[in-house]
């Protein structure tokens, strides 16, 4: 049987020579939906659903993320109750939506076991099985997973962004307008990726070796959140949230809707002091579509308040996002580039910290420590 460091340094050798992206096939643009997959940088195999967006008059040149909630023990997802809906009555605004699950969860549970189980925080935090003749496995499901590996799920959310930009430079969506609208602990994972990407820098340089050029802010490209019934935690750690938001919503003037049940006074009382923290005292045009808005006579929480009778969807389409995108001054779809560019996270006055994602990667990772230890 082999030592867990013999075991790592020979999943290591071998994966230098995998490829973490799957290409996608060819759409068109138009009604309906179409099953796609795409993979994390770690080699989770991610599964979801693609909304080509509907082009015409007044239609939004935009797209838009559904991050769905979910329960380690009951399961979760984009079958879940109200995602097919809300995606169908944003493609029908022009949005192209991708929904998807997250790893463990509906069709999101293969994995490229050479990648996968070469990397640190899978093999510290999963039960390395292995299937006939000894091979690693090539599965695994949310009901495996302790509570201290739900933060790892971040990086599903930036292979969802990535696959995006792909789509991106097939000429099939523009994401440098990305609406990302996330539901339960999946909005606090959003909360989260959304600090990675207000610290995170594209580098413009075009001549090998020569010195970081850094673009603006990824952030940039984010034209407005949802958050519905936004968790201050996920599973198994406290995460510092109100700064992420902070930084987001109010630094970066990224607006935010909090959505919450009358009944659930846990993220109506947190979205409350959201919203204030980002807007302060007073009117501020820089903060006109930040704030909350209480769904009357429920206690239901998550995708759950998207049940058509509570009005919850219209309300985000034609109150809220339609409002946002008709104000926002719609970026021109520009090539991404992301497999061959670098990235850096950096300071706000441009000093660079870190390498993000080395030219030739396919998918960037989301460095949690950097976050959690620069709140």
């Not at 559904?66 to 022009?94: H, M, R, S, V, W």
């Not at 009944?263 to 007073?282: E, H, P, R, Y």
Request: hydrophobic fraction near 40%; charge should be positive.
């Amino acid at each position: 049987m082999l030592s867990l460091p013999r075991l790592r340094t020979l999943i290591f050798a071998c994966a230098l020579s995998v490829t973490l992206f799957s290409a996608a096939p060819s759409r068109g643009q138009g009604k309906g939906s179409n099953d796609v997959e795409f993979k994390s940088f770690d080699g989770v195999k991610l599964s979801g659903k693609l909304y080509p967006g509907v082009n015409g008059k007044g239609k939004h040149d935009a797209v838009a993320l559904l991050i769905p909630n979910f329960d380690l023990t009951k399961g979760g997802g984009i079958q879940q109750e109200g995602y097919d809906e809300l995606a169908k009555g944003l493609q029908d605004e022009g949005f192209t939506v991708l929904s998807f699950d997250f790893r463990g969860f509906g069709d999101s549970k293969s994995v490229d076991p050479v990648v996968f189980w070469s990397m640190n925080h899978n093999l510290a935090n999963l039960k390395v099985k292995k299937g006939g003749g000894g091979k690693l496995a090539e599965k695994i499901d949310h009901k495996d997973f302790p509570q201290n590996y739900v933060q790892y799920f971040v990086n599903d959310i930036a292979a969802a962004k990535a696959f995006l930009d792909q789509e991106n430079d097939n000429k099939t969506c523009n994401s440098s307008n990305l609406v990302v609208i996330g539901a339960g602990y999946g909005a606090t994972l959003g909360a989260m990726w959304m600090a990675h990407e207000c610290r995170r820098r594209k580098d413009l340089a075009v001549e090998i070796g020569a010195l970081p050029m850094l673009g603006d802010v990824e952030a940039e490209n984010i034209a407005g959140a949802v958050w519905l019934s936004l968790q201050p935690s996920i599973p198994g750690k406290n995460f510092p949230v109100g700064n992420w938001i902070r930084e987001a919503g109010k630094t970066h003037k990224i607006p935010m809707a909090f959505i919450h049940g009358k009944g659930d006074t846990k993220s109506g009382t947190f979205s409350a002091n959201m919203s204030a923290a980002i807007k302060g005292k007073g009117k501020n045009k820089d903060y006109e579509f930040t704030g909350t808005k209480e769904i009357e006579n429920t206690t239901l929480v998550g995708n759950r308040l998207l049940q058509k009778a509570l009005g919850t969807q219209k309300w985000i389409i034609e109150k809220y996002l339609n409002p946002v995108m008709n104000k926002r001054a719609t970026k021109r779809r520009t090539d991404r580039k992301v497999e061959t560019s670098r990235f850096y996270y950096a300071r706000p006055n441009g000093a660079i910290v870190k390498i993000n994602k080395p030219a030739g990667a396919k998918v960037p990772s989301v460095d949690i420590n950097f976050l959690l230890l620069n709140p």
